[in-house]
DNA sequence: TGGTTGGCATCGAATTTTTTGATGCTGTGC
DNA sequence: GCACAGCATCAAAAAATTCGATGCCAACCA
């Protein structure tokens, strides 16, 4: 009779039927609101006794009455239900309070071209997003497989199957001359791109350049007289040297200030994409920031 | 595919399921733990992940990765699962914290008799109970029964269907007389009795006293001179007079000071008892009332 | 006092949900 | 490239829920 129901196989329906039937006083009525047969509500009803061990509702005389612990039952119920709709309701995603923490790899090229607009914007409608950027270190995609990272901004190269990407424009190369070198002012050609002392930029970890893999297709190689692992100061490297540079263009408006700007005659671009995992594939913040991110750069994707 | 599943159906024990995949980083280890089949937990889960329209769960490699939105949703349902089962566990019912209201009915007799320690041994052991003494006024079932009043004590006549009973103890009744009165010494016969002139407390509503009930099945009838609504102030009117007042013997201990009190010939008594509803029937609190009046008043149970 | 009625309880049948066991599929590690 | 781990999926079985009909009890009415 009084068998000890686990009180885990109830669900939130039965919490709304005794809600209902709490409110109109009556099994019948309940049902009727409910879409339903008076003898589902008094089955889900029986239930809830069992797991509960209350009468929960009682008659006296004509009405139906409410037992104290019914009361309180149907109280913190209410409470359960609609904190429980409101977990299960899609997350209304408000930029201005999340306070959550959020992480973006990325190199130098993205830290010096992208993330400042990017750290301005965020700040300016997530005021307390907790925002970190980490160096990808040349290992984006293992980082973000670690969770280290929400999201990776940088040249994407094979498409990993473990990761979702977006493409936000393309890069050109270039190359930067000091003034007073002889080939500075003239356009440049790929004899003559090939016989220049070079210093090549590794980026740190197992990335190659586009241009260098593009360059090796061809079976043709560079005359490396000086590498550097980030463009970070290349600007005063270069200048007043016989030493030329190869960088993206859009990198040269930063840190080739002063320096001539050629087209590498190396005919190939890097993309700058974003990429992130399964995990935060639907998160709302993920992708917001993901959005945000796209629009920042439509202007660049247009080619400017 | 993405259909909309009422978030409602989903039970504590879905919660609960993902929980521990969430715990265990597995679902086939989940199952084990909960002692159902792999496929049980993978049903459970797809459901959830309709009801939270969210992956919830990624395989990454090896392991098995959780969504942001899936640690929000387990924080969250581990809180209402903790609550819900808080919820059902019979209520481990504690006097010293309980706030709730409770309304007592009585009348007279009760209120100079009972009353008083009651309320003494109440507020001691429930210091912040708001207890609430109202006049039954004769209708004691009424207000039970409209949920005015969580407990009545009263004399109890007929057994009422609707009503729980619990009996405290019987009163036989006593005549007062004034220490003067010429019958005040010897015991009084029934024949004496009835020549006296009486004072008739009625007590108000509909009550009638037993010793009146028995006499009228004896067909006999007192010759009332007076009649008053209670008891209050009935030493004042018996002494000095020539009146008798036939009351519930306990209760001259209280009004009957400074007079003679004897042995009614009316072999009669009256039971004082508890009554309560069905709505209350199972209600920690007025289970711990009743059972504290009832102990109160052993003494008396057993002819103190 | 007996008939009528409103409303919850209960029963067997129908329906729906959940579980099971078997099998499929995908990515990993050797 | 093969074996394995582990989740997905399928059909059948089991269990839970709902339905429609009916029972039953107390209240109400004449």
Redesign the pocket.
């Known amino acids: 009779m009084t068998k000890s129901i686990d009180p885990l196989?109830v669900?939130f329906?039965?919490l709304q039927v005794l809600v209902w039937v709490h409110q109109l006083?009556?099994?019948?009525?309940a049902?009727e609101e409910l879409?339903?047969?008076?003898?589902?509500v008094?089955?889900?009803?029986?239930?809830l006794r069992e797991v509960f061990r209350d009468p929960l509702?009682v008659?006296?005389?004509?009405s139906?009455h409410a037992t104290p612990r019914c009361e309180d039952i149907v109280i913190q119920a209410k409470r359960l239900t609609a904190e429980f709709r409101q977990l299960a309701a899609p997350p209304d995603f408000d930029p201005g309070t999340v306070s959550q923490k959020f992480t973006i790899a990325c190199n130098f090229y993205e830290r010096v071209l992208i993330i400042p607009e990017i750290v301005h914007t965020l700040k300016g409608e997530a005021p307390n997003l907790q925002l970190e950027i980490i160096d990808a270190s040349g290992r984006g995609h293992e980082r973000l497989l670690r969770n280290e990272a929400d999201l990776l901004i940088g040249p994407l190269e094979r498409s990993d199957?473990?990761l979702y990407r977006r493409d936000l424009y393309q890069d050109r190369y270039v190359c930067l001359f000091d003034p007073a070198h002889p080939k500075a002012s003239a356009p440049l050609d790929l004899e003559d791109y090939l016989k220049l002392d070079h210093v090549l930029v590794t980026y740190g970890g197992h990335w190659r350049s586009r241009y260098i893999v593009e360059l090796e297709r061809m079976g043709l190689e560079l005359k490396v007289a000086l590498k550097v692992p980030s463009p970070a100061g290349l600007e005063r490297i270069v200048a007043g040297s016989r030493l030329v540079a190869t960088i993206p263009e859009r990198l040269s408006k930063s840190v080739g200030a002063d320096l001539r700007v050629v087209t590498c005659p190396v005919h190939t671009s890097v993309t700058i994409g974003l990429a992130w995992t399964t995990v935060n594939h639907r998160a709302p913040l993920n992708m917001w920031v993901r959005e945000m991110i796209y629009r920042l750069n439509a202007r660049a994707r247009k080619g400017g």
């Open positions: 196989e669900d329906r039965a006083r009556s099994f019948t009525r049902a879409g339903v047969n008076q003898s589902a008094s089955y889900t009803i029986n239930k509702f008659r006296q005389a004509r139906l199957p473990h």
